[in-house]
Nanobody
Framework: QVQLVESGGGSVQAGDSLRLSCTASERFYGNYAMGWFRRDLGYPGENREFVAAISWSGDSLKYADSVKGRFTISRDDDKTTVYLHMNNLKPEDTGIYYC???????????????????WGRGTQVTVSS
């Protein structure tokens, strides 16, 4: 079964940048869109909040309003790694960031966490003011 591993999180100051990576353990057999979601620290039972999504082709991108203009999602040509470039970080960006793959082979980007499965374990981002 495919596994997703996130990395790149850390503790930074407001205004700093980070690049998160999500690497799949193997190539997908099918065209899957990918996405990044966030869960606030201290609220493990809450649903994940949408951050960004990318289509299989990489041509269609979606962003939460709160990160537009600051975050950029991208993926490698071999489709096994997805990145989230985070610029001008703010304290409200703090949380655990999860990478997800769509539950079924659907190439379209989605902002709904219920469309996703095969989540990674997450990487923590902490932004101090």
């Amino acid at each position: 079964q495919v596994q997703l591993v996130e990395s790149g999180g850390g503790s930074v100051q407001a205004g700093d940048s980070l690049r998160l990576s999500c690497t799949a353990s193997e190539r997908f057999y099918g065209n899957y869109a990918m996405g990044w979601f966030r869960r606030d620290l201290g609220y493990p039972g809450e649903n994940r909040e949408f951050v960004a999504a990318i289509s299989w082709s990489g041509d269609s991108l979606k962003y939460a309003d709160s990160v537009k203009g600051r975050f950029t999602i991208s993926r490698d040509d071999d489709k096994t790694t997805v990145y989230l470039h985070m610029n001008n970080l703010k304290p409200e960006d703090t949380g655990i960031y999860y990478c997800g793959r769509r539950a079924v082979a659907n190439p379209d980007a989605s902002s709904m966490d219920t469309d996703f499965a095969f989540w990674g374990r997450g990487t923590q981002v902490t932004v101090s003011s």
